[in-house]
């Protein structure tokens, strides 16, 4: 619909006619759109080059295309980080997992979620009188790689805190939009297999930690009996949490039956060792440029 026509609306005065007339105006509009769009699907069926020109002059623009350059995207991690032993010496990961002091029954039941979800988990109740870092030690003289910390506040959870033992780093990462399983439609429940692990555009050097730390709390070795896949997709620096059953339904097709839960991550804080000096922290000014993203 051109200005003109919109313009010749203004001097009606009876806002039943007006509305009839915008109503015809914008059918007639959409007709004359769809008549273009056929034509143009006919002449593209007998000559395909024109669809391929169409599609390659016709790339949309999106924050993502127009990301600001960073140099440490693809690069290689440089030197030794305290995950090396989960890489280079095979280290089976075997993850203690607890909440916040006083925690109210949503941590424990998200605390369950996780116990099915990573593999070699155990939940152990936490008591006031023991800080992070009393849990830490306690962990890694019984030879666990990492310890997850649920942060609940006022009946919803909020944060999550990674230690990879026994040195650290701390990764703390806030939580929302949550859906528990029971509210997925469909949804199935996990198994004891060891789900394969996928890991979406970590690319940046501070992704690519954040991606190791991931990939540390999961064996080497996926279980595809169980048909199972966690999937941890980055996009403009939140992480969205998917599991998924694959349901091969006959020799050619393949459906996904969601387990739960779903939830998002975002990245709040590195600190080197156990929560010692802070070595990344997101601050509200990083958001200035819209286009600027560290994941």
Same mark, same amino acid.
Do not use: F
């Given at each position: 619909m051109g200005a003109v026509d919109l313009n010749s609306l203004k001097g009606i005065k009876n806002k039943q006619k007006r509305q009839q007339l915008f109503a015809q105006l914008k059918h007639e509009h959409n007709k004359s759109?769809?008549? +273009?769009?056929?034509?143009?699907? *006919?002449?593209e069926r007998?000559?395909?080059?024109?669809?391929?020109?169409?599609?390659?002059?016709?790339?949309? +623009?999106?924050?993502?295309?127009? *990301?600001?350059f960073d140099e440490t995207v693809n690069a290689e991690v440089e030197g030794e980080d305290n995950f090396d032993s989960y890489f280079k010496e095979g280290t089976e990961p075997k993850v203690l997992i607890t909440t916040n002091a006083n925690a109210k029954k949503p941590a424990y039941e998200f605390a369950a979620m996780m116990v099915e979800i990573i593999p070699n988990a155990t939940f152990v109740k936490r008591q006031r009188k023991y800080t992070i870092k009393d849990i830490a030690d306690y962990c890694s003289n019984r030879d666990f790689t990492d310890l997850i910390v649920i942060n609940e506040d006022k009946k919803v959870v909020n944060g999550i805190t990674f230690v990879h033992l026994p040195e650290g780093p701390t990764f703390y990462f806030s939580i929302s939009s949550l859906i528990e399983r029971k509210r997925i439609t469909g949804h199935g429940q996990p198994t004891g297999h060891v789900p394969e692990?996928?890991?979406?555009?970590f690319t940046t050097r501070?992704?690519?930690s954040v991606s190791r730390l991931f990939q540390s709390l999961f064996p080497h070795r996926p279980e595809f009996v169980g048909r199972q896949v966690v999937t941890l997709h980055n996009q403009r620096d939140f992480i969205f949490f998917r599991m998924?059953?694959?349901i091969f339904r006959n020799e050619e097709?393949?459906?996904?039956q969601?387990?739960?839960?779903q939830f998002t991550l975002k990245l709040r804080r590195i600190q080197k060792g156990i929560r010692q000096d802070i070595d990344w922290e997101y601050k509200p000014e990083l958001e200035k440029d819209k286009r600027k993203f560290y994941l």
């Open positions: 759109r769809h008549k +273009e769009r056929q034509s143009r699907a *006919r002449e007998e000559n395909p080059e024109l669809k391929e020109k169409r599609l390659a002059e016709n790339v949309p +623009e999106t924050i993502d295309s127009k *990301r600001v692990l996928v890991l979406n555009n501070l992704g690519q998924h059953r694959y097709k393949v459906g996904l969601e387990l739960g839960p």
